[in-house]
């Protein structure tokens, strides 16, 4: 890899990160064109159905009236050679007369892996893989894991005052959030990403939360709810807005059978009960997370308290974790301390990858989990 290299994929994967968002559950994807030194068109994938990233800096050379013929592409994910909702990248590449394609990363996909490399070689392009490998893989993680083995990214979101305290007593929780404006912005954009949003029964009773982003994106994640004994109100907001945005409620058979006259009033809402096999009384989370995937669930966003952030970390089912930080001793005044697993992670401990960022006065702790995506 040279520094020019270096240079034109870093650009690609800037513009890559332009979509995330909008793009789920595609990949994000970036790509620039180059000729003479000079990058001659740009492009990403802008919204989940449309163009690809390749077919956007194309169009841009095309608008600005210059030929990509003997150019270099280089693109963060390895060009599709398959139709799904648009043609094949390839096709458009062989097309265009490029005369190197330099790709950050396999696509895992049964439909790609390694094909649409091997289309470009036949029609004589040359083809270099691996620029950026590890920063390209790191962007489409999320998409990367699923195509490759079928199964959910799971994303653990909290928020959390310095000494721990995930909520305000009840006695003052009119004092609102423990997280600021900025976080609470940006978390609706972890929202967008994702295609399920889990919660157990306890934050549904004591919160009655929407579970929906805001500004909506364009699609609605499905929202779900660990339920192992049928606890859910029927006036909550998400079953009066089931018929609007998708609701899942994972409960047990048994409870299905026993409590069928409140199933049913469920079910005439909108929203859907699947029965999930117990452990321990509890929702089997590895047995969930299988059904959430076999409906094209590819990210799930984990909202829930502390028992239900810890059940995922303590069975390893968790790929990412999500903190926001304020800076507030609650003391007395917070309930809830998260336990000793979330804080071993909070601290950095058993990751492989963390950034930080602030937001308002708060900071934002973002780690991959060792091991994540396998």
């Not at 800037?14 to 995330?20: D, P």
């Amino acid at each position: 890899m040279t520094d020019q290299d270096a240079k034109y994929m870093g650009a690609a994967l800037k513009l890559a990160q332009r979509g995330i968002g909008s793009v789920e559950p595609n990949p994000a994807v970036g790509c620039v064109i180059v000729k003479n030194n000079q990058i001659i068109g740009k492009g990403w994938h802008r919204k989940f159905g449309g163009p690809h990233a390749e077919i956007n800096a194309l169009e841009d050379c095309r608008r600005e009236g210059i030929s990509a013929s003997c150019a270099t592409m280089y693109v963060t994910l390895e060009p599709c050679c398959h139709y799904g909702k648009t043609p094949p990248c390839t096709d458009a590449i062989i097309a265009a007369k490029l005369a190197k394609v330099v790709v950050a990363t396999i696509d895992p996909s049964a439909h790609n892996n390694g094909k649409g490399i091997r289309e470009l070689r036949k029609a004589k392009i040359e083809v270099e893989v691996g620029v950026c490998e590890k920063q390209a893989r790191l962007l489409n993680a999320p998409f990367l894991k699923f195509a490759a083995t079928g199964k959910c990214w799971v994303i653990l979101k909290w928020a959390q005052s310095v000494d721990g305290r995930i909520a305000y007593t009840k006695a003052i929780a009119e004092q609102g959030w423990i997280s600021s404006e900025q976080s609470r912005k940006d978390a609706h954009k972890i929202r967008r990403r994702v295609q399920g949003i889990l919660v157990g029964i306890n934050t549904v009773i004591a919160d009655d939360p929407q579970l929906t982003a805001r500004p909506a994106g364009n699609k609605k994640a499905v929202r779900i709810v660990l339920d192992s004994h049928l606890k859910i109100p029927l006036g909550c907001k998400l079953l009066a807005t089931a018929k609007k945005v998708p609701v899942l409620i994972a409960t047990s058979r048994q409870v299905i059978e026993a409590k069928s006259g409140k199933a049913g009033k469920i079910i005439e809402t909108g929203a859907q009960l699947l029965a999930v096999p117990q452990r321990q009384g509890k929702v089997d989370l590895g047995f969930l997370l299988k059904e959430l995937a076999n409906r094209g669930i590819a990210q799930v966003l984990i909202e829930g308290g502390a028992k239900v952030i810890t059940s995922f970390l303590e069975q390893g089912l968790a790929d990412e974790i999500c903190v926001y930080i304020a800076p507030k001793m609650l003391g007395r005044k917070g309930r809830v301390k998260i336990s000793q697993s979330m804080a071993k992670l909070a601290g950095g401990a058993g990751l492989d990858y963390l950034d930080i960022e602030q937001f308002g006065d708060d900071i934002r702790l973002t780690g991959l989990l060792k091991k994540a995506g396998e």
